[in-house]
């Protein structure tokens, strides 16, 4: 399809364990992002990245969270040593340059850490 | 600090009815204020957006109503349906770059 896709839908760990995200998104939008959604709340910030300029880690909430973004496409969320707080669904969206507007996110990756 | 306040938290409306949902921000740097409409399972899609320049765009059955000197804005859905049912979010862009800062959401469920 031609949306935004995310690796896997559903993940589920041990506590300590690390975890990779993947998102696909849409070809041509220079702008990616990550998002983090907790159970019934809004919608957290966590990494942004534009073109080939230095992302905007800002809303990383610790060292702990990472991510990558290879040939200007893929982008790769990594979690390591899991706390039970990660549980979430992690978020990712891509868009035009800056000022076009709107995101299109992709359904999620469901983490679930025991 | 970057914020946006969204009430209520939930929202039970009955078939026919006018759904309405309230956010609040501080930021003056925002210039954009888009709506997005989440179902259960799926990523959240715009649904309707505003520029400060406006007080009010509508599309459909869905209107924004935007108040810049009270830096309040609303999204109003005319004739629920139970189609609309789904979790609502504001949202708000600084106007330096592409990053939306999200409301909490609202819980939207019309009642048959």
């Known amino acids: 399809g031609a949306g935004v896709s995310q690796s896997p839908s559903n993940k589920v760990t041990e506590k300590g364990k690390d975890v990779e995200l993947r998102c696909d998104p849409i070809?041509?939008?220079?702008?990616l992002y990550w998002y983090r959604q907790s159970l019934g709340q809004g919608l957290e910030f966590l990494i942004y990245?534009?073109?080939?300029?230095?992302?905007?880690k800002s809303g990383l909430p610790s060292d702990r969270f990472s991510a990558e973004r290879t040939g200007g496409s893929v982008s790769t969320l990594t979690i390591q040593r899991t706390q039970q707080e990660d549980s979430a669904v992690y978020l990712c969206?891509?868009?035009?340059?800056?000022?076009?507007?709107?995101?299109?996110f992709g359904e999620g990756s469901r983490l679930t850490v025991l | 600090q970057q914020q946006v306040k969204q009430s209520p938290q939930s929202l039970i409306v009955q078939k026919g009815g006018i759904s309405i949902i309230n956010c609040a921000y501080e930021?003056?740097?925002?210039?954009?204020f888009p709506w997005y409409q989440q179902f259960p399972g799926k990523g959240p899609a715009l649904l309707i957006a505003?520029?400060?320049?406006?007080s009010e765009k509508k599309e459909g059955r869905f209107t924004i109503s935007f108040n810049k000197s009270a830096k309040q804005f609303s999204l109003h859905i005319m004739d629920s349906q139970p189609g609309d049912s789904a979790t609502y979010f504001c949202?708000?862009?600084?106007?330096?770059?592409?990053?939306?800062?999200f409301g909490g959401g609202t819980r939207l469920m019309v009642k048959p």
């Open positions: 930021n003056t740097a925002f210039d954009y």
């Open positions: 969206a891509s868009s035009f340059p800056p000022g076009r507007g709107e995101l299109f």
């Open positions: 990245f534009q073109g080939n300029s230095a992302p905007d």
């Open positions: 070809s041509g939008h220079t702008a």
């Open positions: 949202a708000a862009r600084r106007n330096a770059g592409n990053m939306l800062t």
């Open positions: 505003i520029r400060p320049d406006v």
